[in-house]
């Protein structure tokens, strides 16, 4: 494939409008940056994983116009601390950059959080540009303009809203992904045809075996549709105040999960995965979902290589009150993200015993 | 005074809008309040000055229907780092707080900037009220939504745009501030009249000895009028492109005499002071303002307590580098905001050899 077979996404926020490309060689293409670098100043800001990697293409691509300095910190969840996030400031403030200046993220997720959040504060907001490397962070961190740390008494417990000014999600990173993160971040892109779009679930069934195996066409498809889902809710609700909620599919079950395991024992998308299952079965245990539609969504999480359930010596009672726990953080009953039917989620706190039900079946007495 | 005194500023930046309440007794009076705290959680964050004056009658005024902590921090700029910023969410997350509490900034500038922030960054944003209790803090921070605290490397570098729920400005504060304090403040309130209200420096020019003097009516009048210029160059340009520019009257100047005197030996608005005689200088060399407007420019600042010229002793080439330090943290020339007239100020670069000669008048050899 060719740069001309991009494909641009718009993300309409008003003032803070801007597009998503999506395609093969953007990191090396100094078109695809073209309009979205205001000022001279450019901090790349990656991770000692990706900077062998990629760094060097990006430099190359922005070398003419630019006076580019890089910053390589750790790989690894550890790096969303409000001690980097000093770490990045400080090299900001070093280089003298002034507003004008932008910051590149380079990496997965972690990286364009703990970047996104330094250029949102750094003389009160400059702008951030995002070159995500993962297929998580391609469809998911690269709308929402979430951004913010880790603090240890809680994760993301620290952050802003900062919509990035361009975001360059180049396919050919994908071929090199592990299998497993691979997967992992297809978790996140079931769930946008769970949620809300029961076409692009029909899709994803006909054609994971094809997705799975990589094949560029396809991976734009599954980019382009995941960001587009994800654009609309987040354009209709840019505060996380309505409709965003129901992104959380699976996310209840599998914050536990996470919890429980240890961080880093499951992928956040496997973890997500095993609770799009439970969600699934709580539904169904409603009269929601019918036997064969849960049997559905559980071929297609087992196709793209991803857990169905939990492990089931996970005790019920541990993970019923890390639900809970996550729930002490808000006023109100903890409200779960079910499904009336594939590609139409709910937001509920009136489905009775039937969680306890589905922790039963899944989980160790 | 009664509380039915008690006058209420609009600001109206769409789903941002906020009052400012002006007038005595509000900090005691609950309906002050009402309202503006949507959830049970308050931490009211103060300083080891303010707290033994204040905090309690905060604390009785909310007690009934809400849940409050508070938190003592040092007086002093030293308090506006990141350090402790830590500590106000550290507290936050160990009372448990979720979206739906509320920062109160009982105190200055600093606590205001801190705390403000600290709301702006907590769970990507939550709700803060300023009782500020100084009058440069009910003049000047309390419209804006500047938030943020100090880098080693520089002042004010890390922060955001956060807009308060509402801002207390109890005149009955003002009592107790000591005369240089209260002078300061007035370096400010005469700034408006300078860059955009001549009928409010005329009725300034009436009234400074009774205002110096703290008549409650007076600095009613003194804080509306100056809380309203303010929020209307706010309104029109929230995250200041272009006409908040002009609020920096006297600042390019003052930033420079504090950095050269040390910060604290002039407090920030006697530099301010200082550096808007310079500016009215620079504006008279211009053919700008006449010979008598300066002179009712100083005299009004005089009247108020306040310097109409730095230190002699301050050798103009350090000041004249440390304006143009200031400068290289953005593109372009050194932009001066200037008086074409009293109340009417522009921003100016095309000010040739001028500004030298204003140096010259003011500073050392």
Partial sequence: MSRSDATILPVALGDRAYDIHIGPGLIDDPNAYAGAIAGRDVLIVTNE?????YRSRVETALAHDHRIDTLVLADGEATKSMATLDTVTTRLLENRCGRDATVIALGGGVIGDLAGFAAAIYQRGIDFVQLPTTLLAQVDSSVGGKTGVNHPLGKNMIGAFHQPRRV???????ASLPAREFAAGMAEVIKYGL????AFFDWLEANMAAITARQPELLIEVIRRSCANKA???????????ERAL???????????????GYGAW???????AGMCMAADTSHRLGWLDAAQVTRIETVIAAAGLPTAPPATAPAARIHDLMYRDKKMSAGALRLVLLKDI????LESDYGATLEATLARYLAA
Avoid: K, M, S, Y
């Avoid at 994983?49 to 990697?53: C, G, I, N, Y």
């Avoid at 590609?343 to 709910?346: E, I, K, L, N, T």
């Fill in 49 to 53: 994983t990706v900077d062998p990697l």
């Fill in 168 to 174: 360059l999600a180049d396919i050919d990173v994908l």
């Fill in 195 to 198: 949620i809300r779009d029961a």
């Fill in 232 to 242: 609309e809710v987040v354009v209709a609700d840019e505060r996380e105040a309505g």
């Fill in 247 to 261: 992104l959380n599919l699976g996310h209840t079950f599998g914050h536990a999960l996470e919890a429980e395991l």
């Fill in 267 to 273: 992928l956040h998308g496997e973890a997500v995965a």
């Fill in 343 to 346: 590609g139409h989620a709910v």
